[in-house]
């Protein structure tokens, strides 16, 4: 049997802070452009992109709950 993992419901509105979404955006423009990333700035634009699909679906889930209850 699946376990049951609580969302709360706040999650739908959560947003990356600004300075986080301006620092993924700058660093996915300049791979966009060409410019060679370092090797920790790949690794952070990575990260940050794996956590926003993470919280997008957390966020999915959490909307589907509320609808759902």
């Keep these: 049997m699946p376990e049951i993992i609580e969302i709360p419901a706040e999650l739908t ?12 955006q700058f660093l996915l423009d300049r791979q966009d452009a060409g410019e060679q990333l370092t090797q920790t700035e790949r690794e952070e634009a990575e990260g940050l992109v794996e956590l926003a699909e993470f919280l997008s679906l957390l966020r999915l889930r959490s909307q589907r709950i509320i609808k759902q209850g």
């Design 13 to 24: 509105k959560f947003q990356f802070p600004e300075a986080v979404q301006e620092r993924l």
